[in-house]
């Protein structure tokens, strides 16, 4: 039977609302990148949070820095650097093998960030907390990959929920609202990789599953 290739651009079976959800696709796929997810957490517990909005703008500005930058900033970078010389051959990362690499380096990265966050930078609990998340996600993803394609963008939106919600219990704060949009960006995540065809709904099921059970229990434990 002829494999017909449904999202090629030249194909001309594809009509322009494929195209535009496709882009549209792909822009979620980006924005939510899960090494994404510690930058929004940020933004929920310093700007969305009733406890914590109103300290001062300087130190919200230190805290994102100290957070986002080892956990976000520096393992995309050097995912990027892996494209550039070769190691990865695409950031989606579509063959699992692909993935064991950058997974590994994040992982280490985020590991020597809780060292110094517990032993050289004081830093707020849950900021702590949400780090640790990080890495947790991070090594249940880096045992499951090379025997299987679980869906890294889920597990990041699956943390995310589980931090929002837990942050919002602990801190005896209205939370509904901040929960419903992580809902929500959960369920698009979801489409978007179900459209691009870059997992199955197992793939994504249990992604989500591993997100919100390591937040869970970086949140919780003792």
């Known amino acids: 039977m002829e494999n017909i290739v449904i999202f090629s651009e030249d194909a001309k079976c594809v009509t322009p609302t494929q195209r535009l959800l496709r882009k549209v696709a792909i822009l979620l796929s ?9 930058i929004y957490a940020m933004m929920y517990i310093l700007y969305g949070n009733q406890l914590w909005s109103a300290l001062p703008a300087a130190y919200k500005t230190t805290m994102i820095l100290y957070i986002c930058i080892p956990t976000s ?3 995309l970078a050097m995912l990027a650097l892996m494209v550039m010389f070769g190691f990865v051959g695409d950031p989606e990362m579509p063959n699992k093998s692909e993935r064991i ?29 949400l780090v640790e998340g990080m890495f947790i996600m991070l090594l249940l993803a880096g045992l499951v990959t090379p025997f299987w394609k679980i869906s890294l963008h889920a597990i990041g939106v699956g943390a995310l929920i ?8 602990m801190s005896m704060s209205d939370f509904s609202m901040a929960a419903s949009v992580a809902f929500a960006l959960s369920g698009l995540v979801a489409w978007s990789r179900l459209y691009l065809e870059s ?24």
Do not use: D, K, W
Request: a neutral charge; one cysteine or more.
């Open 30 to 38: 980006v924005a939510f990148h899960p090494m994404m997810m510690p």
């Open 199 to 222: 997992h199955t709904p197992l793939q994504l099921l249990m992604g989500f599953v591993v997100g919100c059970l390591s937040m869970t229990i970086a949140m919780l434990h003792v």
């Open 162 to 169: 589980a931090y929002v919600s837990i942050v919002g219990i």
């Open 73 to 75: 900033v520096v393992p």
């Open 101 to 129: 690499l950058p997974i590994t380096v994040s992982a280490t990265l985020i590991a020597i960030a809780c060292f110094v966050m517990h032993n050289v930078v004081e830093l707020p609990l849950p900021m702590i907390r």
